[in-house]
């Protein structure tokens, strides 16, 4: 009689990209046939030809797994379970039937002490207590982020766990307790209903779960996977299907493991079963990351995964997110992350960082000294060796030698390997803070605004209490999605570090009638700070070609200063003109019902106007209208239904006006460039003037305000004092052409650069300056050195007179076959006339060479439009973004659908005002500033001794000379 095996063909798997190569154990697969040394007589009579699953040590079937190994019977040999083994995501108790749960797994951390412990037991009971096993990282980054918890620290683990041997380490922890079930009342807000989907959605991420992969759960390729230590040494196919030679295994049913067989040497692709999907560095260090919703993948899609892995394709394109050179050359995770990392140190910590011991300096030393090859907790990393002034890393996976380059060596003149423009950069004075992988991180993913949805008409598993419970979550929604964008802060070691997109969410809920009560809404932390940040991470995209001076030091937004793209649209958005000022409602689903909510008339004529949006919720509070009597006008709009004067400024000539958190700033003509302190947005202040010839416009980028400065071009004024305004350039766009300038509006954009693959280094990146301009149509000028500002395209005479200037970037999705390719894309839309009629335009303009802007769009809208801006709208899974034009002709507002590179932008509504329309801005959450202009935090940071970077040290790197 056969039967299914036993033992360690019953673990659910870990998936590896794994075929017959990847045998198994330090000896490699036996011959078919051939018995494990030790093998019980009773186990061996059923399972003859099972593989050998613990090379280094001869043990017996019974010594792992119980039973009784003499027995011929198979209910007798086999340990019988007591209780029934639901078959589903649910964790079991750490009690739960443990006779039982050895006789399927002995690697299973409930009985790993009994069965492993043997021999390791300082193994497993390190495992216990490591960030592995408890996920404490995972869950207090997101509680703290969602207002659950009130402290950066970890409080909850999977379940309880407490270091027990007298000795707590800076930054350890005494004891986690289990996270406890939501409690989540009538009423509650975004981080109550946050508070359920931890125990349904993060519940899998740990080793006391087996995850999604089941074992007979057909359509999981690359989830299949075991719990506890086989997690990690037992390897199976992608498919999970098992090729062992024991003859009672199912071969065609996924869940088991490739073959009966441990192994210590470990694949990357092991690790990234785990490290995937939102936990990205698995993917990144392979040169993978997540599509963004509704990009096309698959096997006739260029730059995507052939096969499904995880239930989907995924980004494959070296161009856009190429490997980290570690993993180019033949390395493994286990090459750098040994078991201290991997299993824990025995002791209880709640975060990564702490729980991390290697280090960039521990293989390549520092700029002082060679590598000591220890790690930051004492560790020796044995298969490093010195092999005369040479250091020789030998792969603990593929058995290759890597020369592993030293940093002083690179900075040394004398030496072959010395670099001058890497020794130009690696200063310790200058850059000592700088951790290695700031400069050498080739790319990051961002998808800014995850978001999650609560819906109660469903129920969903509970994973820890083992039953459905109220509520269904789903996580899988990402707003924007970008590659390219990169951002600096302080991480827990105090060093500056890549700060990328984690756990912060937006959220949705409906009731149990399907009614949504919150749509959207923003965490807030104990704090008083919005949730919606970033974390500093080692983004594992480490590239030889470092990141060049100007992708720091000539840009604010990676500071985080933020820009103009990335900003969450909210409800509504605000018109001004003839009928004074009119609040609209923009229609998610059906744009073309968008209307008038309310109108405020005005005591003198509205030229332009601009919202201060609450920084927590993205919620509009108060409008500043420009006016051609000289006036602002501060109106509440707290209450959209009903605006209310609160008084008002006296600005010179107001053209048009800016806000930036803590500042109003006012282009007044002749009176040139007025700085207004906000006490309160309702209490602006006269802090500094600027003088320029006639200023238009203005658009504050970190510490410099760009004024579109009509015939005088584009002025460049400093801000770092703001009660002293200095102007640093002014930057006649002309040039030689003696033809006059009619600068009307200006845009900054910074245009990150990208790692060039093919030669082994990054394009240019530079922050850009677009001028609309009443003549010429549209300029650019670099201005990543404003004292040093240069036009770099001179116009489009004839063609269009540029009167105002929007930007977005957008993830384009290309055709299914592939025909059209998907591509993250910089657009800059520009509303003018055709040139001297009054016949409007919108053109959107591809600026990713900003010398060569190309048209990729255009459609005939309002006559004679005054402004442009962008909503970018979340409909659920997608993205959609929209432009709305205001104008002084017919129709006044239109909105424009420019989601697609289409080349006739459909119009996708109309709001008619009762006159001309002069001034819009939109109610938005600027997602990528984390520091306002004051240097304030608007965003936390979850780990404790983690920071964004002061307003000092922005200004010290914004100001450093590059050359």
Not at 420 to 444: F, I, N, Q
Not at 850 to 877: H, K, L, M, N, Y
Request: aromatic share 6%; net charge neutral.
């Amino acid at each position: 009689m056969r039967w299914f095996a036993a033992g360690a063909l019953l673990l659910l798997g870990l998936a590896a990209f794994a075929g017959d190569e990847m045998g198994g154990g330090m000896g490699g697969p036996m011959a078919p046939g051939a018995r494990p040394k030790k093998a019980n007589p009773g186990c061996i009579n059923c399972h003859d030809g099972i593989e050998e699953m613990h090379p280094w040590e001869a043990l017996s079937c019974t010594d792992c797994h119980g039973g009784d190994g003499d027995s011929m019977e198979k209910d007798r040999a086999h340990v019988k379970a007591t209780r029934p083994s639901p078959n589903d995501e649910t964790t079991l108790p750490l009690q739960y039937d443990l006779p039982y749960r050895r006789f399927v797994n002995p690697s299973d951390l409930r009985v790993a002490r009994e069965a492993c412990g043997r021999c390791h037991m300082d193994a497993c009971a390190n495992l216990e207590k490591s960030l592995h096993g408890t996920t404490a990282g995972h869950l207090s980054d997101g509680l703290y982020e969602n207002g659950v918890t009130r402290a950066k620290e970890a409080r909850y683990g999977i379940f309880a766990v407490s270091d027990d041997d007298g000795t707590v380490p800076e930054h350890g922890l005494r004891s986690l307790p289990p996270i406890p079930p939501p409690s989540i009342p009538e009423g509650a807000g975004i981080g109550d209903h946050f508070s359920d989907l931890p125990r349904k959605s993060c519940m899998q991420c740990h080793l006391y779960s087996r995850g999604v992969g089941l074992r007979g759960r057909l359509g999981q390729d690359g989830w299949y996977r075991s719990e506890g230590c086989g997690a990690c040494h037992i390897v199976y196919a992608h498919d999970g299907l098992s090729k062992s030679g024991d003859p009672t295994v199912d071969k065609l049913e996924p869940g088991h493991p490739l073959r009966h067989e441990m192994t210590d040497r470990i694949p990357s692709e092991v690790c990234g079963r785990c490290h995937a999907l939102d936990a990205s560095i698995g993917m990144s260090f392979r040169g993978l990351a997540q599509l963004p919703p509704g990009v096309p993948g698959g096997p006739d899609v260029p730059g995507t995964t052939k096969q499904l892995d995880k239930t989907r394709f995924f980004l494959n394109d070296p161009a856009v997110c190429p490997p980290d050179v570690h993993h180019e050359r033949g390395m493994h995770c286990i090459d750098c992350h040994r078991s201290g990392d991997v299993m824990g140190d025995g002791n209880v910590y709640g975060f990564m960082e702490h729980a991390v011991a290697i280090r960039c300096e521990t293989c390549h030393g520092t700029f002082r000294a060679k590598a000591t090859f220890r790690t930051e907790r004492g560790e020796t990393l044995d298969h490093l060796k010195w092999t005369g002034d040479v250091a020789i890393l030998t792969g603990r996976v593929s058995g290759k030698e890597h020369v592993v380059k030293q940093v002083v060596d690179v900075l040394d003149p004398r030496h072959a390997s010395y670099n001058a423009r890497a020794a130009k950069a690696m200063d310790p004075v200058t850059h000592g803070r700088l951790a290695c992988y700031a400069c050498h991180s080739a790319w990051s993913v961002n998808f800014f605004g995850f978001h999650f949805d609560r819906n109660d008409q469903f129920t969903q598993l509970d994973i820890l209490a083992g039953k459905r419970t109220p509520g269904r979550v789903t996580t899988q929604e990402k707003i924007f999605s970008t590659f390219r964008n990169h951002y600096l802060g302080v991480d827990s070691h105090g060093r500056i570090a890549p700060y990328m997109v984690g756990f912060s969410t937006a959220g949705t809920y409906r009731d149990v009638e399907g009614k949504t009560v919150l749509r959207e809404a923003l965490p807030v932390t104990a704090a008083g700070l919005s949730g919606m940040t970033l974390i500093h991470h080692q983004t594992h995209t480490v590239q030889p070609a470092a990141r060049r001076c100007d992708e720091c030091h000539g840009a604010p937004s990676v500071l985080g200063m933020g820009s103009e793209n990335f900003r969450l649209f909210r409800d509504l958005f605000v018109v001004v003109g003839e009928a004074g000022l009119t609040v609209c409602g923009f229609d998610v689903k059906t744009p073309a019902q968008s209307a008038a909510l309310a109108n405020l008339p005005l005591p003198a004529q509205p030229r332009d106007v601009a919202l201060w949006n609450h920084p927590l919720t993205g919620r509009a509070e108060a409008a500043y209208v420009a006016c051609r009597d000289g006036t602002v006008q501060i109106v509440d709009v707290t209450a959209p239904q009903d605006p209310r004067r609160r008084g008002q400024i006296h600005a010179g000539d107001a053209r048009k006006v800016q806000v930036r958190e803590s500042h109003l700033f006012v282009a007044a003509g002749r009176e040139g460039l007025l700085v207004y302190a906000l006490d309160g947005p309702f209490k602006p202040r006269l802090v500094g003037k600027a003088k320029t010839a006639e200023a238009r416009a203005v658009h504050v980028d970190g510490l410099i305000a760009y004024v579109a400065d009509g015939p005088g071009g584009l002025r460049i004024v400093d801000l770092s004092v703001p009660e002293k305004p200095a102007v640093v350039a002014a930057v006649d766009l002309n040039g030689d052409d003696a033809r006059p300038l009619s600068a009307n509006d200006v845009l900054v954009h910074f245009l990150g650069a990208r790692p060039d693959v093919a030669s082994r280094a990054r394009t240019q990146a530079r922050n850009v300056a677009f001028v609309a301009d009443g003549e010429a149509g549209l300029y650019a000028v670099d201005v990543t050195h404003p004292s040093r500002a240069k036009t770099i395209f001179p116009g489009i005479r004839g063609s269009l007179s540029g009167t105002a200037l929007a930007f977005a970037s957008s993830y384009d999705i290309g055709s299914a076959g592939g025909d059209i390719p998907s591509a993250e894309r910089e657009y800059l839309y520009v509303a003018g006339t055709q040139g001297a009629s009054s016949n409007g335009v919108l053109w959107k303009l591809d600026v990713g060479l900003p010398e060569t802007p190309q048209v990729v769009g255009t459609r005939g809208t309002v006559d004679d439009p005054r402004a442009v801006r962008i909503a970018s709208v979340f409909q659920a899974p997608f993205l959609k973004q929209f432009a709305i034009v205001a104008g002084r002709g017919a129709g006044n507002v239109e909105i424009v659908d420019v989601t697609s590179r289409a080349a006739q932008l459909p119009q996708a509504g109309l709001v008619d005002m009762a006159g001309r329309a002069t001034g819009v801005d939109v109610e938005s959450f600027p997602l990528d500033r984390l520091v306002g202009f004051d240097g304030k935090p608007l965003k936390d940071v979850s780990h404790p001794g983690a920071r964004l970077l002061s307003r000092s040290e922005i200004e010290r790197i914004l100001h450093a000379e590059v050359r």
